[in-house]
Antibody
Framework: EEQILESGGGLAQPGGSLRLTCVAS????????MRWVRQAPGKGLEWVSL????????YYADSVRGRFTISKDTSSGALSLDLNSLKAEDTAVYYC?????????WGKGTAVTVSS | QSALTQPPSASGSPGQSVTISCTGT?????????VSWYQQHPGKAPKLIIY???KRPSGVPARFSGSKSGNTASLTVSRLQTDDEADYYC?????????FGTGTKIIVL
């Protein structure tokens, strides 16, 4: 069974940084197209970022471009999302998910709260 | 990229059918046959139930079906069961981006 586990969430101050990490079992994150999706409290789903299989192409939603960075670590087999210059509106549960055209495996999410 | 438009809620009694719409543009829903539907129970992660407009992942009951016409996709849940009560989101590939719908809560009366 393919499973995903996210970690790294927590409380950050406005303007601060966090690193989210995603590891998988049953498939290899490094050999998969991977996306991050977030969901603010009581709100809908919002796509955040995409990285392709080879990690040669990355894409970002307008709301996070220039502040967030997606990457793959081949040594650890993990996917990461670096969150910088955090804003209150970045408060959300962040999900790691597998897929390019559709998202067929999702993690349970990690919660990020941006507050002073 | 603007969110796809879904009705806030839909309801039906057990055994009945309910259909949810998802309206986008020619840049997303209308431009690709890569519309998906996700089911999310409270406090849980989303689960893929329909992909590529009409296909069901292994293990998803045939009661769930999808279709598309122009810039609007639809999800039909037949023979409603109490466990179908959840939030449902459409999603569409859009030139490497991905756009989700606003979400619809299905209420089983």
């Amino acid at each position: 069974e393919e499973q995903i586990l996210e970690s790294g969430g927590g409380l950050a101050q406005p303007g601060g940084s966090l690193r989210l990490t995603c590891v998988a079992s049953g498939f290899n994150v490094i050999k998969s197209d991977m996306r991050w999706v977030r969901q603010a409290p009581g709100k809908g789903l919002e796509w955040v970022s995409l990285i392709n299989v080879a990690a040669t192409s990355t894409y970002y939603a307008d709301s996070v471009r220039g502040r967030f960075t997606i990457s793959k670590d081949t040594s650890s087999g993990a996917l990461s999302l670096d969150l910088n210059s955090l804003k209150a509106e970045d408060t959300a549960v962040y999900y790691c998910a597998k897929g390019w055209y559709h998202l067929d495996v999702w993690g349970k999410g990690t919660a990020v709260t941006v507050s002073s | 990229q603007s969110a796809l438009t879904q009705p806030p809620s839909a309801s039906g009694s057990p055994g009945q059918s309910v259909t949810i719409s998802c309206t986008g543009t020619s840049s997303d829903v209308g431009g690709y046959n890569y519309v998906s539907w996700y089911q999310q129970h409270p406090g849980k992660a989303p689960k893929l139930i329909i992909y590529e407009v009409t296909k069901r992942p292994s293990g998803v009951p045939a009661r769930f079906s999808g279709s598309k016409s122009g810039n609007t996709a639809s999800l039909t849940v037949s023979r409603l069961q109490t466990d179908d009560e959840a939030d449902y989101y459409c999603g569409s590939y859009a030139n490497s981006n991905y756009v989700f719908g606003t979400g619809t809560k299905i209420i089983v009366l």
